[in-house]
């Protein structure tokens, strides 16, 4: 079964250092989703792509987060400098473009502690 | 940003028991979606609801959009242990020229006692 792919799983940073976090969606998928899950909370969308281009990134602090997708295919999202509460689950999704539900896969995310 | 709101926020049943949860917004949304997530792992789609008032099962799981399209709700029949985990409700805009992002709700954290 095709899987979106994250790395690193978990990831432990120090506080106003850099740190990136990498996605591969499902071949094929135009749409490309990075979420953030807080512990204890449901996920909240951070940005979203149609192919390269970004659609939403209107909930994406852009003073210190930055995505990228620069093909259209794997993207990136990086955040310099990190800070304590930007500890949380980063989750990657994608989808097909003319499927709602049943095409959004979630990927197993990437863990970020701060310290 | 907004969050749906999911109720209960954690439920304590016995093994074999039916579960039920819910989840309501202020917006209107055309697809609602039940997902579960295991600790350290990616929510997981369980069902879709793409209709209004539609009704729909995936084995033991039913799910409804409800009629205002601003709620919805799941039901688990006969829990069994690997149900454990956290249940989380989605609210999607679907306009034909691509899904938008969803909004969760807060998650119900289910807990079965053997």
């Known amino acids: 079964e095709a899987e979106v792919a994250q790395s690193p799983r978990y990831k432990i940073t120090e506080k106003s250092q850099a740190v990136a976090f990498w996605c591969d969606p499902i071949s094929g998928h135009a749409t490309l989703y990075w979420y953030r899950q807080i512990l204890g909370q449901g996920p909240e969308l951070l940005v979203q792509f149609q192919d390269e281009s970004v659609v939403d990134d209107s909930q994406l602090p852009k003073d210190r987060f930055s995505a990228e997708r620069l093909k259209g295919v794997d993207s990136t999202l990086k955040i310099q400098p990190a800070e304590l509460g930007d500890s949380a689950m980063y989750l990657c999704?994608?989808?097909?473009?003319?499927?709602?539900?049943?095409?959004?896969?979630f990927g197993s995310g990437t863990r970020l502690t701060v310290v | 940003g907004q969050q749906l709101n999911q109720s209960p926020q954690s439920m304590f049943i016995q093994e074999g028991e039916d579960v039920s949860m819910n989840c309501t917004s202020s917006?209107?949304?055309?697809?609602w979606l039940w997902y579960k997530q295991d600790p350290g792992e990616g929510p997981v789609l369980l069902i879709a609801?793409?209709?209004?008032?539609e009704l729909t099962s995936n084995g033991r799981l039913t799910a409804q959009f409800g009629i205002t399209r601003k709620d919805s709700f799941l039901n688990i029949s006969a829990s069994i242990p690997s149900d454990v985990g956290i249940y989380f409700c989605?609210?999607?805009?679907?306009?034909?020229?691509?899904?938008?992002?969803?909004?969760f709700g807060k998650g119900t954290h289910l807990i079965i006692q053997p």
């Open positions: 999704a994608s989808s097909s473009r003319d499927r709602g539900g049943y095409g959004y896969t």
């Open positions: 609801l793409y209709k209004a008032g």
């Open positions: 989605a609210g999607q805009l679907f306009a034909g020229g691509g899904a938008d992002g969803l909004t």
């Open positions: 917006s209107i949304f055309n697809t």
